[in-house]
Every structure is written in C-alpha cells, then in structure tokens.
C-alpha cells in the first residue's frame, strides 16, 4: 500500500492524478473515470483560463461545472498576467468553485506558448514567481499545485529552478512531464528528470507524468524515480477503466498489475480489467449519453463524442467503413445500432489495444514571442492583454 498524496486537508488515495485534457477531462469523462476507480484518485478539470473565468465566458462557466459526487474538486488554471490569475484564484474561493487548483505551465500548444503562456512561461523566472506568490496568496490556504515540462528544449531546461521557486512561494506539489515542449508528445519520457526534480525539492511532494500506458507502467515509474504520485493523460484515452487497475496496483492487490513487466497480466496472478467489445460499446454509448446530458442537447454530445471512438475502438475487428461511420453518428440511437454491426464477443486485443495511444508527434521549434529566449529576466512587455480569453486549451 502506498502513501496517500496529501495535497492540504485532502488525501488522494491512490496517489493517481488525471491529467487535464483539452476536451478531454470535462466533467462527463470524468464521472466515467471516477466510476471506474470507485471514486479514488483525483481527476483535474481541462484547462480553465484566469481571464475567462474572471469575465465570466459562457464556455468556461459550464467548464467549471463539478458533479455532486467529486470531491475534491480540481481546477486547472492557466495565465499569463499575475494580477489576473490572483483574481481568478480570489473568484475559485470567494464563490467556492473548487477545492484545489493546479496552474498549467505545461501546455505545448503554439496558441499558449507564443503569448509566453503554458510551457514557455518558466523560463522567466521572476513571472514564475510572481504568478505563483498571487496565486498562494489568493487561494488563502486552498491547495495550489503546479504542472510543467523538462523546459523549453533541451538548450533551455527550467524544472530544476521552477521547482526551487515552488517550495519558495508555497506550492503544495509539483507535477512533471517528462518532456520539453519542443518534445510536444515524441519520443520517451524522461524518468530520470523526475527523479532528479524529486531529490531537488524533498519538501513537496512531486508526481511524474509522461508515458503512463498501463498501471504497472505506474508502479515502474515510483519505483524508477521516487515520485509521490502519477499523474495519467493519454494512457486513459478510450480506457476509462483504466483507473480501476491504478487503484488495484497501488493497493499491492494480487489479482491486479504485471509483476514481471511483459505485459502479459499474469505474472503472480494480476488481472487488470480487459473489456470484451461489448463492454466497450456499452462505455462507448454511456459516455456519449453523459456528454449529450451535460451539454443538454443529445447531438451536440455525440458530436462531441466522436474524437473517442477511435481510442475505444483501437485494436478490435471494426473495419474502416464502420470505423468511419462511427465518427460521424450524431444520435445515440444511430451510435447504439453502429455499435450493434459489431461482433461485440470479441475480447480485449491485448497487444493492439494496450500501449500509446494519441498524439506522439514532435515540433521542429517551439512558438514563443519575439525575444523571449534573450534573457529569463526580462519580463517586459507581458501583461493582461497577453492572456488568453476562451478556455479549454
């Protein structure tokens, strides 16, 4: 059995962090998440912006939506301008919207980072701190957690130095990614960075993010790097149960993980969940309801629904007409009767299933504004008009 990830008041149990997900981790999904978990674990919202949210944007409101159920409730918060994330972490307790918040300087996308936002924003150490010391302040003792990358590229490293200015400011927990954000999603995570970041602020706990594709791939990376925790991203696209394996592993259960690393899940009697196609589709159908029930409108949450079926069907016997219409239902009884083509008595795919899934690609450079590498020091010309106003990534 592990320890808990004590993030303030709360104990996360297992220490299994989802990561936020540009729509991806809305509320819906995670409600299937949790499910699957039996409600343990702590499941972040997608990428909410300080700016939105302080003006009150329609799309962000609905994005801080939490179930009765989740608790608790995580918030991601992304920003560029101290003063305006200090008001959105002001607003989150003052209107209590949520009882953690977790700051984005993660994101790799060129929309975040050529306004010196997500993963580009620590390599100015003096707004890191800034943003960080607002955000402590206005969350008036709620926890604050903060999730980044390696750095920029590997000329322009900055976790080492972000994690310091962290414990500094009173950061409760640091999550890291593995990877620069010139890595985008390529290549392997760098384990051994975390394991550097975890001896370099033994204050704090510290989770490791980065190429989590199973729950043993989980217990590999604590015992690789020492870390508190794990934070899942893309390992969950399409296997929400895979939460239920997290939460077997980590309580040491015999009848759940992989103990010689094959892969195989029967090294000392481990089972992990392996979901005929039956099962698949019965998620599948429920996922798209919860979508179409949390945006009220059926259509618009199965439109919303069809960037999964690719995850959900990976490896299973579908067929690239079906496949193909599959993406574009836009009902649930058109998705249920599609689903019913199936053969549906066909078990997990295992090898065809299991392993990467999403994006994996890389970026030549990483968008940044003009002059943004000349000197980590300068901070000028950055402010509240560089924030971002629609939220969601």
């Known amino acids: 059995m592990t320890q808990p990830l004590q993030l303030g008041p709360y ?10 997900m540009a ?5 819906p999904f995670r409600t299937l998440c949790r499910g699957f978990s039996g409600g343990q674990g702590l499941f972040v919202s997608e990428m909410i912006t300080s700016r939105a949210l302080v003006e009150r944007n329609e799309k962000t409101m609905r994005l801080v939506h939490f179930d009765a159920g989740e608790s608790p409730r995580s918030i991601q918060l992304y920003g560029v301008d101290p003063a305006t994330v200090g008001k959105a972490v002001r607003m989150i307790v003052d209107e209590d919207l949520a009882d953690h918040v977790d700051l984005n300087f993660g994101c790799p996308v060129p929309k975040v980072t050529r306004r010196g936002g997500g ?63 010139a890595q985008h999603y390529s290549g392997t995570a760098d384990w051994d960075a975390i394991a550097r970041l975890k001896e370099a602020v033994p204050e704090i706990p510290v989770l490791g993010n980065g190429d989590i594709w199973s729950a043993d791939d989980a217990l590999r990376m604590v015992a690789h790097t020492g870390c508190d925790g794990v934070v899942v991203g893309r390992g969950c696209l399409g296997r929400p149960w895979l939460f239920g394996d997290l939460v077997s592993a980590f309580a040491g259960s015999p009848d759940a993980g992989d103990a010689d690393g094959t892969g195989d899940g029967a090294a000392g009697g481990r089972a992990y969940a392996r979901p005929t196609l039956r099962e698949v589709a019965d998620t599948m159908v429920r996922h798209a309801r919860l979508l179409g029930e949390w945006l009220e409108d059926e259509a618009h949450g199965v439109i919303d629904f069809r960037k999964h079926v690719a ?27 599609l689903l019913g083509e199936l053969d549906l008595d066909q078990p997990w795919p295992a090898a065809g299933a299991d392993g990467p899934r999403g994006r994996t690609s890389g970026r030549d450079r990483v968008v940044l504004p003009d002059g943004w590498l000349r000197d980590p020091y300068d901070c000028a010309g950055l402010g509240a008009d560089a924030e971002l106003d629609t939220s969601g990534g």
């Open 311 to 337: 995850w959900y069907t990976k490896g299973f016997s579908v067929g690239s007409d079906l496949r193909r219409r599959l993406a574009v239902s836009s009902s649930l009884a058109e998705l249920a009767d």
């Open 23 to 27: 729509g991806i981790t809305n509320a």
């Open 119 to 181: 993963s580009a924003l620590p390599y100015k150490r003096p707004l890191l701190r800034a943003i960080l010391r607002e955000a402590v302040t206005g969350a008036a003792g709620m926890p604050v957690t903060m999730k980044m990358r390696k750095g920029i590229d590997d000329d322009h490293l900055t976790y080492l130095d972000a994690g310091r200015i962290a414990v500094e400011e009173g950061v409760t927990a640091i999550a890291l990614h593995g990877r620069t954000a």
């Open 11 to 20: 104990a996360v149990q297992p220490p299994v962090v989802l990561a936020p």
